[in-house]
């Protein structure tokens, strides 16, 4: 049985700006970029456990939207699922990350994306809107 992580492409503003979280730890993993979110308690449901994850990691209340794709292959025993999601309340706070950036149009791959999130932000890419 895998063990479910749950992440949140924030998405804000006409022009499709995406929130991405530069990781603290483990060390391996440090200073690379994500998605911010985590691991579903038990008990939980995967939305619930997204909203939860945003709170203690950003401070902020988010929306659940869409599921983005299917199960994402994270390191062995885990998967990710993606949801878009839209702020409702706060100002995102890097609370257990090294720093937060939000990325428009063109900017997307000025960070260094984690293996398993790269993927994720061209899918999310290819369902923003354009000009």
Request: overall charge negative; hydrophobic content about 45%.
């Amino acid at each position: 049985m895998s063990v479910i992580v749950v992440v949140a492409a924030v998405i804000v503003g006409p022009g499709g700006r995406v929130l991405a979280a530069q990781r603290a730890e483990p060390a391996a993993l440090a200073g690379g970029w994500e998605f911010p979110g985590g691991k579903v308690d038990p008990g939980e449901s995967e939305e619930v456990a997204l909203v939860r994850e945003c709170r203690e990691e950003l401070g902020v209340e988010v929306a659940v939207g869409a599921r983005v794709g299917g199960d994402w292959p994270l390191a062995e025993g885990y998967i990710m699922r993606v949801w878009l999601c839209s702020l409702t309340s706060g100002t995102p706070e890097a609370r257990e990350h090294l720093a937060l950036r939000w990325l428009g149009p063109g900017e997307y791959y000025e960070v260094e994306w984690l293996g398993a999130d790269l993927p994720i932000m061209k899918t999310v890419e290819s369902l923003l809107p354009r000009d």
